[in-house]
């Protein structure tokens, strides 16, 4: 268990709830937990199905900024890391697939991959943006598809570039699920399922 919180360096048991505390795996302080409001609720979009995971919020907003935009890598596995277990479980079989990024030159990075660095699951760069606008995508040349189940993993829904990812995979993979850290739930929910 880590001493102090990486997002504020207070320490660990900081306003900790006592579930967490007990269960001696808290990854974050009490306070900083609460930037991270739960939805874990399934949406749906164009025959595909999304599950959006958190909340869109000011300070999640800024926590993601900090990451991608500021460079503060230390900060790349705490995003999904509640949800690790879950994910291996619920999509076991799947091949991860990132959402490409139009500023890799920029950031030195593919941000959303860094992000899945605990995951163990079996993971694959299928996409590639080909400008710095993000809806300029393709599939890489060398991916090799083969009928895959493929989980396809975001940090924002956001209509026009799923829908683009979409159009590229559909024909060549079995099925996509889709996974995002966050959505603004104005949004989602004129497209909830259940
Ligand atoms: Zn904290």
Redesign the pocket.
């Known amino acids: 268990m880590k001493s102090y ?1 990486p ?2 360096f ?1 320490d660990i048991t ?1 306003h900790q709830n006592l579930f967490d505390w007990l269960k001696k795996d808290a990854w ?2 009490g ?2 937990r609460l930037i991270f409001k739960d939805v874990n609720q399934v949406f749906h979009f164009h025959g595909c199905l999304i599950e959006v995971l958190y909340e869109q919020s000011e300070e999640l907003d800024s926590l993601i900024m900090q990451y991608q935009e500021v460079g503060d890598i230390a900060l790349r596995s705490l995003f999904f890391h509640d949800y690790v277990s879950y994910m291996q479980k619920h999509y076991k079989g799947y091949t991860l697939v990132w959402m490409p990024s139009g500023k890799v030159k920029e950031r030195g990075l593919e941000t959303v991959k860094e992000m899945l660095d605990e995951f163990s699951m079996k993971k694959q760069e299928l996409l590639e943006c080909i400008s710095d606008d993000p809806l300029y995508m393709r599939l890489r040349n060398d991916c090799g598809l083969k009928k895959q189940k493929v989980l396809l993993v975001d940090v924002y829904f956001h209509k026009a570039k799923l829908q683009m990812a979409f159009d590229l995979l559909k024909p060549h993979v079995q099925c996509i699920h889709v996974v995002v850290l966050c959505g603004d739930m104005k949004v989602l929910h004129t497209m909830r399922l259940d």
Do not use: A, E, N, Y
């Open positions: 919180c997002i504020c207070r900081h974050i302080c306070d900083c």
